[in-house]
């Protein structure tokens, strides 16, 4: 390949595809089409008004149960208060009308209203069964429910018309497939199908905190946005307040004193225990399990309603806390308690650790810089970890609640926003930031989300609305109402579906009906109700097309018309998970030669507290887990030659072996030719019986003691010009054996305490020329010396092994293989065996003992490449089954809980029961365009599912990392599923692009959770202590936090290419749009002779620096970098393009403040890098 070429070619697909989205990012008022368009789509989960059940968005809906669900309502309720708060502020402010947006916030407060008024008048029919009681104007307390939406919601008459109507007429109709004729909600679940343990009816799912702190969010946000004197036409609430902004205080107020004077619990009035805290086969209740103990919380909550309640004005709130909460016991015993959290946070979890977070925004209780940094912070924090819990509106709440500067940049709300899906968002389409896969943008457990459901998209039109009252110029004046007609599709085709409800579909050109597309009514309903008929109507600006096979049935309705003003949205049709792609890494496919080893660039965690890391000619040694940062391990090549570039910075001061910030405690380097054949480099390691082996593709292995020793010659070993290795003359040496076989070891594995070696003779150019594979069966760990096996071989058509006629021998069998070993996998208790065959097909062996010995250690014969079988038990009692496949051959076998994946070269795969079974076709499979279908189904059938990814992107490691199974694949992309994901074809429901995954039937449940592109092929995947560890080609390892996170670049990292003229001088990947799952990075540079590897000091400091600020970003060329110390302190700013330019420097500047124009320079995304000091730090920044 060559690589000059393939560089450019990947840079000008980076540079076209940052030209896109800089064009994106200049189109806010794209991003404001779609809010409309989700506006309007909103109608499909909130009817709003004053009925049971209204101004209560459905949190989820539409999936193959045909139901809305109402579930932890009360904080879709905070969410939709406030987006109606935020979007009456930017309507008003913009001269538009205001009368909608009016009347639904003044429904929702009321909402709440009549949740809290009307909690104990449930409680008391339900769990008392006092049905006569009559609610109180004292009802109004603070103690609410979640929701009050009943079974019969749906069929519910409101303004005379069916509530299930009212939810299926908006002119942005649900997917075909995704109807609502049912309700769920945590209302109806506890009053019809919860009992307590002794036989008690409970009442509707009460109020916990989590509910309570999100409530806030919209209270706040309405009394801080929404001017004091505005109402609506004079109506007044049920509390006699006629005043929005009022009327939100009286909310919280309420709120947070029922709290208070329950001592701080939330308390149920009418059963006298903890809200949602009593565990009903406990005696006594549990007010901490339940989430109703505030202790903890109460300064947090205080805080909050004092600056409610005071307009967010800092002296009247000090003066309104001091009055209210100043003599409170249990308030003044939580401050502490909430300044630890501050200076060194608990390990409390996410979703605790957001409640606290939401508390901070809203009361400010550290001051403005110390709140806004500690949520900043904690809100990275959740990223790295990989939690459900996104948290990035918090630094934005506060920064608008406040007016301090916002610390997470504007680059990660408009990626965010620019990410948003145009036609909405659901959790069977990934997109990392706006589906299930990432968690909800607003925070909150994404548990209940289920698959293959529509979502209500308030995240979206919150955040949207926020970020435009946080950055006024965003949109400036342009914030202005789109009608729905303006915010159609091009075209719609209607086809193969059966029509019940009623429903609008709007379409710029044309809208055709054919191939039985039926209009009729539900009989599942009762039919003396005219308006519940199915009623469909048709809108298009040019052309409706009433073709052959389109049906209305008798009574139900359809409507057609023509309405020539009619408009598309201007994203229609985009892929809007790839919306953020200048944030993700990616470009052409690299494939390595010669072909990938998935044993290197491998981190393995043999002892505690101590890493081995694989390149192909080094080992590396380090401490713990390393660092952080780029060069995380700490690793400097001091003399690079003319193949080895330097990589890294002057060496640290210090003993490696007492200074914490070093990690390097020692390497090996083993000889490694430019050229050679056959080829020298490692190829595999084993941990055995306290001894590291280290196997070689030009047959050698070596034997050490434990792990080695420390520095340079770590294992204290000389390596020979002929193949041999030995004790070193000096110092300490870990030497204890080594041997010399005649082709090339390609695995080790360990089995019930014995060592087996495969080999493969021959070789591969172009194409696969392999003679034949062996296999080596050693007892326990060997011995010593020069021949550590005692093993004589002899080289023929077949290698011969026998033990040594003198001196001890651990020689205990072997088996030949007609094809090249291209896995060996021990699994629950069978030793599986596959093998590569010329021409291109493959061969699996499953042998159920592997005690045997000898020549043919396994009893077992093989059939010709001709036969439809691939081996035979020869009388022994070793064979279990085979299975010869005709097109590909075996690269990887994982079992996973009860299921075992099997994945091909040819990147097909597949998911069988257990360990499959027994005899030929142990798998009894054949395969399939899709990946694979049963052999033959009077037999037994394993296969539980298979996908195909397309030729050359097999599969190179599958772990199972927190619940989730990710793959890595030869062509460089990873690939995370939820559990093991599906069953049947199209296991995953995905088809592979060039640039990821996508769904591949929408009307499926989807198993995808996220995905990442990389340049180089993923050699290896490796958890060790919650983080993961990902090898690659190229020479990089790459540590994360957990198992990071979703959507199309799940890693959140960056590829930042080395400069091809000046600029930057290596390449590497960094952390992009604020998330920070990557926690470390080292690239291994081919080791050239002679060079010393030294250990670096490591910066244990994430980039970008937090002491070093640069604003505005975006900006229209000119930006500031502010720095927190020493101005004094001499730094030089250098500023790239993205393909490595250096357009703009500052040389040798001192100060706090450093402003850089590139107002000569053309829009666009550039790199700056600061060096200060030691310290050198990168960050983006956008022109625009």
């Known amino acids: 390949m060559n690589h000059v070429s393939f560089l450019r070619r990947w840079l000008l697909a980076i540079v076209a595809v940052c030209l896109f989205q800089i064009s994106y990012a200049q189109a806010p008022q794209i991003n404001l089409e779609k809010y409309w368009k989700y506006r309007e789509r909103l109608k499909n989960a909130v009817v709003p008004g004053n009925c049971m059940g209204c101004s209560l968005p459905a949190s989820r ?60 008048y449930y409680w008391q029919r339900e769990y008392s069964g006092n049905t006569g009681y009559v609610p109180h104007a004292s009802d109004l307390n603070g103690f609410f429910i979640r929701d009050d939406v009943d079974t019969g919601f749906f069929h519910q008459v409101y303004n005379g018309n069916l509530v299930e109507n009212h939810l299926n007429n908006s002119l942005v109709p649900a997917p075909d497939g995704k109807r609502a004729k049912k309700a769920s909600s945590g209302f109806s679940e506890n009053i019809y199908e919860k009992l307590s343990d002794s036989g008690q009816q409970l009442g509707p799912t009460e109020e916990s905190l989590d509910q309570a702190t999100q409530l806030l969010i919209g209270f706040a946000l309405v009394a801080k946005y929404v001017p004091a004197s505005d109402h609506y036409l004079g109506t007044f609430f049920s509390d006699g307040e006629i005043s929005f902004a009022q009327e939100a205080k009286n909310c919280a107020n309420r709120i947070v004193t029922w709290m208070q004077i329950n001592n701080w619990n939330i308390i149920n009035p009418v059963t006298g225990h903890c809200a949602w805290g009593v565990f009903w086969e406990n ?28 307009g967010f ?39 605790e650790d957001f409640k606290v977070l939401t508390l901070a925004a809203i009361g400010n209780p550290w001051g403005s810089t110390s709140t806004q940094a500690t949520i900043r912070s904690r809100c990275e924090k959740e990223y790295v970890q990989g939690h459900s819990v996104m948290a990035t509106h918090l630094p934005m709440l506060h920064a608008m609640l406040f007016g301090t500067p916002c610390l997470m940049p504007g680059s990660v709300y408009e990626c965010m926003i620019n990410s948003a899906p145009c036609d909405g968002n659901n959790a069977y389409n990934l997109n990392y930031e706006w589906s299930n896969a990432g968690g909800r943008v607003l925070g909150g457990p994404n548990g209940y989300v289920v698959y293959s459901s529509e979502l209500n998209g308030l995240d979206y039109l919150l955040y949207f609305n926020m970020y435009n009252l946080h950055a006024p110029a965003y949109l400036g004046s342009s914030y202005q109402y789109i009608r729905p007609e303006d915010l159609v599709v091009s075209n719609i085709v209607k086809q193969s579906y059966t029509e019940y409800d009623e429903k609008n579909f709007a379409a710029e050109n044309t809208i055709t009906a054919q191939n039985s597309y039926t209009i009729k009514n539900d009989n599942d309903f009762n039919q003396a109700l005219p308006y519940r008929n199915a009623n469909v109507r048709f809108i298009a600006g040019n052309t409706v097309n009433l073709m052959p096979g389109f ?119 083993f000889d490694n030719p430019l050229v050679t054949i056959p080829r020298h480099d490692i190829t595999d390691v084993e941990y055995l019986g306290g001894f590291t082996f280290i196997a070689f593709a030009d047959g050698r292995i070596l034997k050490v003691q434990g792990t080695g020793g420390l520095g340079e010659n770590m294992f204290g070993i000389d390596e020979h010009s002929n193949g041999t290795f030995t004790a070193t003359s000096g110092g300490t040496s870990y030497y204890v054996g080594s041997h010399k076989f005649k082709n090339g070891i390609v695995d080790l594995t360990s089995v019930s305490g014995n060592l087996f070696l495969s080999f493969n003779k021959g070789f591969e150019i172009g194409i696969f020329i392999g003679q034949n594979g062996k296999m080596l069966k050693v007892a326990g760990a060997g011995g010593s010396g020069q021949n550590l096996f005692g093993i004589n071989e002899t080289n023929g058509t077949s290698n011969t092994f026998s033990a040594v006629t003198s001196g001890t021998s651990y020689y205990v069998g ?57 081996f035979e038990n020869a009388g022994y009692p070793y064979y279990y089954g085979d299975h010869r496949f005709s097109n590909s051959y075996v690269t990887n076998m994982t079992k996973i809980g009860g299921e075992m ?26 395969p399939a365009g899709y990946g694979f279908q049963v052999h033959n189904s009077a037999y037994t059938s394993f296969l539980l599912g298979s996908q195909n990814f397309g030729n050359g992107h097999g599969v190179t490691a599958i772990e199972y990392l927190g619940g989730s199974t990710v793959f890595g694949f030869r062509n460089g992309k990873v690939l995370k599923v939820n559990s093991t994901g599906g069953t049947g074809a199209y296991m995953f429901n995905l088809d592979e692009t060039s640039t990821g995954f996508v769904t591949h039937n929408s009307s499926f449940a989807t198993h995808m959770q996220g995905y990442a592109n990389f340049r180089t092929s993923v050699s290896s995947l490796v958890p060790i202590n919650g983080k993961t560890f990902l090898g690659l080609g190229s020479g990089f390892v790459l540590k ?72 505005p970003n975006p900006n229209n060329g000119a930006f500031t970098i502010s720095f927190s110390d020493d101005p004094m302190m001499a730094y030089n700013v250098i500023v790239y393009d993205l393909i490595g330019n250096e357009i703009a420097a500052v040389n040798n500047a001192r100060g706090l403040q450093q402003i850089v124009d590139l107002s000569g320079h053309a829009n666009g995304v550039y790199l700056v890098r600061i060096i200060r000091g030691e310290k050198s730090t990168m960050s983006r920044i956008v022109k625009q």
């Not at 149960?65 to 406030?82: N, R």
Request: hydrophobic share 35%; with cysteine.
């Open 61 to 120: 809906g539409r999936d193959g149960a045909s139901e809305l669900a109402w579930d932890d309502e009360t904080i879709e309720l905070g969410y939709y208060i406030g987006m109606l708060a935020t979007e009456y502020r930017l309507l008003q402010v913009n001269g538009q009308n205001t009368a909608t947006a009016a009347k639904e916030l003044y429904y929702a407060l009321e909402t709440f209203n009549r949740l809290d008024k009307m909690a104990e």
């Open 1040 to 1111: 994360f936090e957990g198992t990071a996170g979703g959507g199309s670049n799940m890693f959140a990292v960056d590829h930042i290419p080395a400069s091809v003229g000046t600029g930057l001088t290596s390449e590497t990947y960094e952390s992009i749009c604020g998330y920070y799952y990557l926690k470390g990075v080292q690239n291994f540079p081919a080791i050239c002779a002679g060079a010393r590897i030294e250990p670096e000091a490591v910066n244990n400091e994430v980039s970008p620096d937090p002491g070093i600020s640069i604003y």
């Open 551 to 669: 049906t209305v049935l008798a009574g139900a309705n359809f409507n057609a018309s023509i309405d020539p003003s009619l408009k598309a949205i201007s994203c229609e049709g985009e892929n809007n998970s790839q919306v953020c792609s200048v944030c993700s890494s990616g470009g052409d496919e690299a494939r390595p030669f010669p072909e990938i080893n998935d044993k290197l660039y491998k981190v393995y965690s043999f002892v505690p507290n101590e890493l081995l890391i694989v390149t192909p000619f080094t080992i590396f040694k380090v401490r713990e887990e390393g660092g952080v940062g780029q060069n995380m391990f700490g690793v400097r090549e001091d003399n690079p030659g003319l193949f080895c570039p330097t990589q890294y910075g002057v060496v640290g001061g210090g003993d490696v072996l007492d200074d914490g910030l070093y990690y390097l405690v020692g390497y090996q380097r």
């Open 814 to 870: 072997d088996a030949d293989f007609k094809g090249w070993i291209s896995n060996v996998s021990f699994i629950d208790g069978f030793l599986f065996v596959s093998t590569r065959n010329f021409p291109g097909f493959g061969k699996v062996l499953k042998l159920i003992r592997q005690d045997g010995s000898g020549n043919n250690m396994f009893g077992i014969s093989e059939y010709s490449s001709s036969s439809s079988f691939a």
């Open 283 to 310: 005696s006594s209740p549990n007010c901490s399990d339940g989430g109703a103990n505030v202790l903890g919380f109460s300064y947090g909550f205080a805080m909050a309603n004092s600056q409610i309640q005071s």
């Open 901 to 926: 994946f099997v994945c091909f070269d040819d990147g097909r795969m597949m998911k069988v029961s257990g360990t499959a079974g027994g005899g030929h076709y142990l798998f009894n499979v054949d």
């Open 313 to 351: 004005n800092a002296a009247a709130a000090t003066l309104y806390f001091g009055t209210h909460y100043g003599a409170d016991p249990v308030v003044a015993a939580s401050v502490s308690a909430w300044n630890v959290f501050m200076t060194s946070p608990p390990p409390i979890s996410p979703w």
